[in-house]
């Protein structure tokens, strides 16, 4: 199973807007804010693209499970793999 990542929230992505407006360099607001540079060009990026830091809407289907259904389910089959389930 895929970890799921964390969005950065939109306040932190407003503050690396900020920084970099006011000359901060990508590295200096990595080094501040703790978040990888790649990610500080990303969002700088997606900014000049959108014009906007609100995170969007995910394409595709809703999962059917939730994620407690989901744990559910991994700890059912961890505790008797190989077994049939019916």
């Given at each position: 199973?895929?970890?799921p990542r964390n969005e950065l929230s939109v306040c932190?992505?407003?503050?690396i807007?900020?920084?970099?407006?006011?000359?901060?360099?990508?590295?200096?607001?990595s080094r501040r804010l703790a978040i990888?540079?790649?990610t500080i060009t990303d969002v700088l990026k997606r900014f000049r693209n959108r014009g906007s830091v609100e995170n969007t809407?995910?394409?595709?289907a809703p999962s059917k499970l939730s994620?407690?259904?989901?744990?559910g389910l991994?700890?059912?089959?961890?505790?008797?793999?190989?077994?049939?389930?019916?």
């Open positions: 199973m895929v970890k932190t992505k407003e503050a807007v900020k920084l970099n407006n006011s000359g901060v360099s990508q590295g200096e607001i990888p540079r790649t809407d995910r394409s595709g994620r407690r259904d989901t744990r991994l700890r059912v089959v961890r505790k008797k793999p190989g077994k049939e389930f019916g």
